[in-house]
């Protein structure tokens, strides 16, 4: 899958926004979306000074370049090599007052954060559907069955464009305009990094309306390195084949739910641990994420989530020092011990470990893992890790060698389930939890 590209190079006046100067500017876009612009404005080309907006028109489009990075800075000439380099029409060289025209132009050659391509006829900018091409590219592949709507044939992109639409699309059954699904989009990677098994971006965003391309985001990446993973193997959610229509037809109605819920801020920081999560290398790392995770989705739905290492803290002291203690003291200390009782996240665990096996990604033990995640969470999480770690070590000794490998993926696996059930709304009885393998990714 490619990245988006022109057909041919496009020349275009625009203005361009510097700081709270707005010239006119002569602009070149390659192929590859790199710019030449062109301003008659020497302190702007002395300093060289970007532009956070460059808007033009080209054909039947309105084009809105925004977020410029600099790449170089070349020379200067003269109008009139200036038009005949840019193929200037009569009418465009015209439309530039003659002041301008006698100046010497001067060129920055930059790269943009975000470009986008709007039809001028176009006044509604409410589409009917929406495509999303996924970065890294690799991860259009699990996400392709989960949204994708309608023909599984590529689509003719307009002729300024080259290739063909691969875009994963999907119904804008909540009328999103342009410019709310561009509020939306970043929730829409972050959810669905629980579904890919890794942080997400997008290089293009296309919303179509009768079949018609009517509005074109291409976005640039600017840390590819943010999105690597270094695992061989990651676990995350997924859906059974038998609900995904359901969840297709409801999709946009939960990323609105999400984006309108109270506690969206808080929801936005757990996707971001989820990130944390799918990016860590170590295995004691990925386990430490995963409870912390838990443990902050217990939190947000005000669940009961117990912790006995507290409670056997005290129990060692009063154990300890009970020769030493008054009657008093040890009395204190003793009415501070808490009786053990049932952990109301447990079930969620339990819940999230029966739909491991669906899709035969795992082998497990389920009674033998239950037993291990209570004890990992405890020792790991609340950071006894380093201290006594020998009745854990001899839990998963016991268990076969495939086990012992698959424990942290399968943890991540649980988690996801169980983020995709509070943060989604999902029931647990139509997810499955995946394992995925990430060497093959390519960047």
Same mark, same amino acid.
């Given at each position: 899958?490619?990245?988006?590209?022109?057909?041919?190079?496009?020349?275009?006046?625009?203005?361009?926004?510097?700081?709270?100067?707005?010239?006119?500017?002569?602009?070149?876009?390659?192929?590859?979306?790199?710019?030449?612009?062109?301003?008659?404005?020497?302190?702007?080309?002395?300093?060289?000074?970007?532009?956070?907006?460059?808007?033009?028109?080209?054909?039947?489009?309105?084009?809105?370049?925004?977020?410029?990075?600099?790449?170089?800075?070349?020379?200067?000439?003269?109008?009139?090599?200036?038009?005949?380099?840019?193929?200037?029409?009569?009418?465009?060289?015209?439309?530039?007052?003659?002041?301008?025209?006698?100046?010497?132009?001067?060129?920055?050659?930059?790269?943009?954060?975000?470009?986008?391509?709007?039809?001028?006829?176009?006044?509604?900018?409410?589409?009917?559907?929406?495509?999303?091409?996924?970065?890294?590219?690799?991860?259009?592949?699990?996400?392709?069955?989960?949204?994708?709507?309608?023909?599984?044939?590529?689509?003719?992109?307009?002729?300024?464009?080259?290739?063909?639409?691969?875009?994963?699309?999907?119904?804008?059954?909540?009328?999103?305009?342009?410019?709310?699904?561009?509020?939306?989009?970043?929730?829409?990677?972050?959810?669905?990094?629980?579904?890919?098994?890794?942080?997400?971006?997008?290089?293009?965003?296309?919303?179509?309306?009768?079949?018609?391309?009517?509005?074109?985001?291409?976005?640039?990446?600017?840390?590819?390195?943010?999105?690597?993973?270094?695992?061989?193997?990651?676990?995350?959610?997924?859906?059974?084949?038998?609900?995904?229509?359901?969840?297709?037809?409801?999709?946009?109605?939960?990323?609105?739910?999400?984006?309108?819920?109270?506690?969206?801020?808080?929801?936005?920081?757990?996707?971001?641990?989820?990130?944390?999560?799918?990016?860590?290398?170590?295995?004691?790392?990925?386990?430490?994420?995963?409870?912390?995770?838990?443990?902050?989705?217990?939190?947000?739905?005000?669940?009961? *989530?117990?912790?006995? =290492? $507290?409670?056997?803290?005290?129990? +060692?002291?009063?154990?300890?020092?009970? %020769? &030493? /203690?008054?009657?008093?003291?040890?009395?204190? *200390?003793?009415?501070? =011990? $808490?009786?053990?009782?049932?952990? +109301?996240?447990?079930?969620?665990?339990? %819940? &999230? /470990?029966?739909?491991?096996?669906?899709?035969?990604?795992?082998?497990?033990?389920?009674?033998?893992?239950?037993?291990?995640?209570?004890?990992?969470?405890?020792?790991?999480?609340?950071?006894?890790?380093?201290?006594?770690?020998?009745?854990?070590?001899?839990?998963?000794?016991?268990?076969?060698?495939?086990?012992?490998?698959?424990?942290?993926?399968?943890?991540?696996?649980?988690?996801?389930?169980?983020?995709?059930?509070?943060?989604?709304?999902?029931?647990?009885?139509?997810?499955?939890?995946?394992?995925?393998?990430?060497?093959?990714?390519?960047?």
């Amino acid at each position: 899958m490619k990245n988006l590209q022109l057909s041919r190079e496009i020349n275009f006046i625009g203005n361009a926004l510097f700081g709270n100067n707005r010239p006119q500017t002569l602009v070149r876009m390659h192929t590859n979306f790199e710019l030449d612009v062109f301003v008659t404005d020497l302190h702007i080309y002395a300093n060289l000074e970007l532009p956070t907006i460059i808007e033009g028109e080209f054909e039947d489009w309105i084009i809105k370049v925004q977020r410029c990075l600099r790449i170089a800075s070349v020379g200067f000439c003269d109008f009139s090599k200036l038009a005949e380099s840019l193929d200037l029409k009569a009418n465009q060289t015209e439309s530039i007052p003659a002041t301008y025209r006698e100046k010497d132009w001067y060129q920055l050659t930059m790269r943009a954060e975000a470009i986008d391509f709007t039809k001028s006829a176009w006044k509604e900018s409410v589409p009917e559907e929406w495509g999303i091409i996924f970065y890294p590219q690799d991860s259009n592949r699990p996400l392709y069955n989960l949204l994708h709507q309608g023909s599984r044939d590529s689509r003719q992109l307009p002729r300024i464009f080259a290739g063909v639409d691969p875009s994963i699309y999907f119904k804008n059954r909540q009328s999103w305009t342009v410019a709310s699904m561009l509020d939306r989009i970043r929730l829409i990677t972050s959810t669905l990094i629980l579904f890919a098994g890794s942080p997400l971006s997008y290089s293009s965003l296309i919303g179509r309306k009768d079949r018609d391309v009517k509005f074109i985001r291409v976005n640039f990446i600017s840390n590819p390195n943010l999105f690597v993973c270094p695992s061989s193997f990651n676990g995350h959610a997924y859906i059974v084949d038998s609900a995904l229509d359901d969840f297709q037809a409801n999709f946009t109605r939960m990323i609105d739910s999400i984006f309108n819920d109270g506690d969206r801020e808080k929801i936005s920081i757990i996707l971001s641990y989820f990130k944390e999560l799918y990016t860590a290398l170590h295995e004691e790392t990925r386990l430490a994420f995963s409870f912390q995770l838990m443990e902050a989705l217990a939190h947000l739905k005000k669940i009961n *989530i117990k912790n006995p =290492l $507290k409670n056997k803290i005290k129990q +060692d002291l009063l154990k300890k020092f009970s %020769k &030493a /203690l008054c009657p008093t003291c040890y009395a204190l *200390i003793s009415s501070e =011990l $808490k009786p053990e009782k049932t952990d +109301d996240f447990d079930q969620y665990i339990e %819940k &999230a /470990l029966d739909v491991v096996g669906i899709q035969n990604n795992f082998t497990l033990n389920p009674t033998s893992v239950k037993k291990i995640v209570k004890k990992y969470r405890n020792e790991v999480f609340h950071g006894n890790f380093f201290e006594d770690m020998g009745p854990i070590d001899q839990m998963i000794d016991a268990l076969p060698q495939e086990y012992r490998e698959d424990l942290p993926v399968l943890l991540q696996a649980v988690t996801s389930v169980i983020g995709v059930h509070f943060l989604i709304g999902l029931d647990f009885h139509i997810l499955a939890a995946l394992k995925r393998d990430m060497r093959a990714r390519h960047h």
